[in-house]
């Protein structure tokens, strides 16, 4: 029997989650396929990857837009701020549940209501990747598109080699995120309910 249901997914969450996975899935493949690519082998042909990669690319940042601009003009805002308040013993409390305490089947310790959707170590980790991450690969990335766009040099180094350095680091750092998240996200009621969630809207407790 289901004892608590919240609908804490609004639909335009839904999809702009759905898109950015999956835009966000292609641009890891065809960028690690880029990055590795030499003359006479790829993992994807070269110019398949990037005329995806692009697309993806172009797709992903109008949708974070649509993240940026849904957050400020409704309630999904509140849940990203305030994260500084009292982070620390938060952040522990959360991971000492992690460690210990979800495996001997103690209550989590900051259950979800209609005021708190992600635990600390979740609400912290979205604002990196959201609000920190993501406007960073985007902008490494346009600079990557539009080379003619940057500056020639940047700290004594060439401006692109700055840009591509930099569009490496956070995109593996956010591919790291992902797969954390994926990780977490089967730490709700039973392994399935967060992701039910996701699909249905409803989060749901037994
Ligand atoms: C998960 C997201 C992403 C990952 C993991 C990723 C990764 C990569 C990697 C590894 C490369 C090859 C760089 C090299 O080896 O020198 C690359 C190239 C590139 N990336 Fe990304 N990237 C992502 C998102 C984006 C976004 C959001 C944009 C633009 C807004 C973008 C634009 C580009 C461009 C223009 C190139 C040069 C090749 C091309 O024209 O397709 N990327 N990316
Ligand atoms: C295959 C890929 C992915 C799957 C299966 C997945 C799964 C999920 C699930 C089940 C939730 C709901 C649980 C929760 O609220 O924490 C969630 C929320 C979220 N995910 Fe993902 N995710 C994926 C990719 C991504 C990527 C690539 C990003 C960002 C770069 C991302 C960012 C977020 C954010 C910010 C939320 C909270 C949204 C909100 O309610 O305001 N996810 N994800």
Redesign the pocket.
């Known amino acids: 029997m289901v004892s608590k249901k919240l609908y804490l997914y609004p639909i335009w969450i839904r999809l702009w989650h759905a898109i950015n996975a999956l835009t966000?899935l292609l641009?890891?493949a065809t960028?690690?396929s880029?990055?590795y690519a030499s003359v006479d082998s790829s993992l994807i042909p070269f110019q398949i990857s990037?005329v995806i990669?692009?697309i993806c690319?172009i797709i992903?940042?109008i949708n974070y837009g649509v993240f940026v601009i849904g957050n400020l003009l409704t309630g999904n805002g509140m849940f990203y701020s305030k994260w500084r308040k009292n982070l620390w013993p938060k952040l522990w409390k959360q991971f000492v549940f992690y460690a210990v305490g979800i495996f001997k089947g103690e209550p989590h310790p900051f259950p979800i209501t209609k005021k708190q959707k992600f635990n600390p170590l979740q609400k912290v980790s979205y604002v990196f990747a959201m609000y920190f991450g993501m406007p960073l690969?985007?902008i490494s990335?346009?600079g990557?598109?539009f080379p003619e766009k940057i500056s020639n040099a940047i700290f004594n180094i060439s401006g692109l080699l700055f840009y591509?350095v930099l569009?490496?680091i956070v995109?593996f750092v956010?591919?790291i995120f992902l797969v954390i998240h994926l990780y977490t996200c089967t730490l709700g009621d039973k392994p399935g309910t967060l992701f039910k969630s996701m699909i249905n809207g409803y989060h749901e407790e037994h």
Do not use: P, Q, R
Request: proline content about 0%; cysteine-free.
């Open positions: 966000f641009l890891v960028g690690i880029l990055h990037v990669h692009n690319a992903l940042t690969l985007i990335g346009f990557l598109m591509d569009h490496i995109g956010l591919s």
